[in-house]
């Protein structure tokens, strides 16, 4: 199993511009997490889809923030326009969550720089 | 000024030695807890899960108590080596997600 797939792995990009970052869950898993890690927040849930649905997105910072799932095995987060604040890793995940337990398969992340 | 970071606790431990991270949670609903282990550059690895229906659970090394009069969970890793250095995240769950601990820094002394 390639375990759950994130591109770019690095991304830099000036204040302004748009940037998208794709994720490829495990194939078979029915739920996929969107997280931001930084040095002065730590790991925080910015949006949870449950069979492709939008269940939770109570952590997307802003209206400049957008997540997409238009199947099973794709998923975007996009941010336009983007502001060096928004620099950090950004983590997808994905999980079954018909099992009885709760883990979470991470993928490598995407480390944005927006200068 | 100059923004200030997450202060995450750090645990030096001499290596060989066991070590002992812990964790207190929020929710005494919580019915499920896992531990990660996120090592430098890459994302968080899936250590070890305990249902609350249990008290202890052991892996290869690693060992997870869970004391729900307390609402704490520790993990305990046995005979600690190099490669064990990383940043410890606890997290239990809350409607198919998980909360998150702020995480523990290992640190290995050769």
């Given at each position: ?115 | ?31 499920y ?18 249902r609350s229906n249990m ?56």
């Open positions: 199993d390639a375990g759950v797939i994130q591109s770019p792995r690095h991304e830099v990009t000036e204040m302004g511009q748009e940037v998208t970052l794709r994720c490829k869950p495990i194939s078979g898993h029915n739920s996929l997490f969107w997280y931001r890690q930084t040095m002065m927040r730590g790991l925080e849930l910015l949006i949870y889809f449950n069979n492709n649905v939008p269940i939770d997105d109570s952590g997307m910072p802003e209206d400049r923030f957008s997540a997409k799932m238009p199947n099973a095995s794709f998923s975007t987060l996009k941010i336009q326009p983007s502001e060096p604040r928004d620099s950090a890793v950004y983590f997808c995940a994905s999980s079954f969550t018909g099992s009885l337990n709760y883990e979470q398969y991470f993928g490598p992340g995407t480390r944005l720089t927006v200068t | 000024g100059e923004s200030v970071g997450l202060h995450l606790p750090t645990l030096s431990v001499q290596e060989g030695d066991n070590s002992i991270i812990n964790c207190a949670y929020s929710n005494s609903a919580s019915d807890f896992i531990w990660y282990k996120q090592e430098s550059g890459k994302g968080p690895q899936f250590i070890i899960d305990i008290d202890k659970r052991q892996g290869q090394r690693v060992t997870v108590l869970l004391n729900k009069t307390v609402k704490h969970l520790s993990l305990q890793i046995a005979a600690t080596q190099p490669g064990d250095s990383a940043v410890y995240f606890c997290a239990e769950n809350s409607n198919y997600q998980l909360i998150w601990g702020a995480g523990t820094k290992l640190i290995i002394k050769p």
